[in-house]
């Protein structure tokens, strides 16, 4: 498949690249309780065939070659990291996210409201779904006009790699690798597409939250969302964990690099070489066969550590 304009995210054009210069301070605000993190699901130490080699991926990507990695146990959310997650580490620290230093964010467009849309005055070059919409974040995903209090138990968008990080930090947690991402994914299958197996639509039924229809004109939802869905819709794959594919992006510890698979070792492999861009894992809401096939469990995509969109979140691991 050639590698075509990503739906997946688009980058902040005057990104700071490198996170160190965009000071992360959390200040104690008022006593809230951490999340006790007792639903985390334990991974045990194992080898699984990373990657994939497939003719429906993206190559340049850096999806293969397949290789065979060993990861040590480790304990991961079975969940991305919810609006009422995010709000406790924001009413504790007082924190201030990214998109909300900029002042702005990326809004897909049929998510935006008329009246949002009539005042938005720039879309990012090769991406014009994307809309950079002021007064977007993490409490007002599509601006100032939208809200989350009826998506409380849905996944925090609008949140970037260092926001990610300062949340991690004061959580007492981390982000995955992308190897431990991959392997916790395939819950327990071995060189299969999906989660749960190969075929998209077992029996007809969905599994995940991608895009129905045409991208990006129509979406029909035929699997029950336009936007994000709770953090725990659908089924859990083999480990118990839900929404390794679809529903929102997830960042990893990693840097990004097409060149992944062939400079990382073997057994635990982490890219550390700084590359300006950090990994993500899982698809979004916004992926299509016909355009972006990256949610299966090999892809891979990446954004800067500034940037923030309405399709992107994280879950945390210990």
Request: a neutral charge; glycine letters at 8%.
């Amino acid at each position: 498949m050639d590698k075509l304009p990503s739906c997946c995210a688009a980058a902040r054009e005057s990104s700071q690249a490198q996170e160190e210069k965009i000071p992360l301070q959390i200040k104690k605000t008022k006593a809230v309780n951490k999340p006790s993190w007792d639903d985390m699901i334990t991974i045990p130490k194992g080898t699984f065939t990373m990657g994939t080699d497939a003719r429906d991926g993206f190559p340049a990507d850096g999806e293969g070659p397949i290789r065979q990695v060993t990861v040590d146990e480790f304990q991961i959310s079975p969940y991305a990291v919810t609006n009422a997650d995010f709000q406790l580490f924001v009413d504790a620290t007082g924190y201030v996210t990214e998109a909300e230093r900029f002042g702005w964010s990326y809004v897909f467009h049929l998510l935006a409201s008329d009246e949002t849309k009539e005042r938005v005055a720039d879309v990012p070059q090769g991406v014009p779904w994307w809309l950079v919409v002021k007064g977007a974040y993490w409490a007002a995903p599509e601006g100032s006009d939208s809200a989350i209090a009826d998506r409380m138990d849905h996944p925090a968008v609008h949140v970037s790699w260092n926001d990610a990080e300062a949340y991690c930090r004061w959580a007492e947690v981390r982000l995955p690798t992308e190897a431990e991402w991959e392997y916790a994914a395939r819950g327990g299958l071995e060189r299969k597409t999906y989660p749960w197996g190969d075929l998209l639509k077992p029996d007809g039924e969905h599994r995940c939250n991608i895009w129905q229809g045409k991208f990006p004109i129509k979406n029909n939802a035929s699997d029950g969302y336009v936007g994000t869905a709770p953090v725990h819709a659908f089924q859990p794959n083999g480990y118990g964990l839900y929404n390794m594919s679809g529903n929102v992006w997830e960042w990893c510890r990693d840097w990004f690099s097409p060149a992944y698979h062939r400079q990382t070792s073997a057994t635990n492999p982490l890219f550390k070489q700084p590359t300006g861009k950090r990994s993500m894992r899982g698809g979004s809401y916004l992926c299509h066969r016909s355009y972006c096939n990256r949610y299966r469990v090999a892809a891979r995509s990446s954004n800067t550590p500034d940037s923030s969109t309405g399709n992107c979140g994280f879950r945390v691991v210990r």
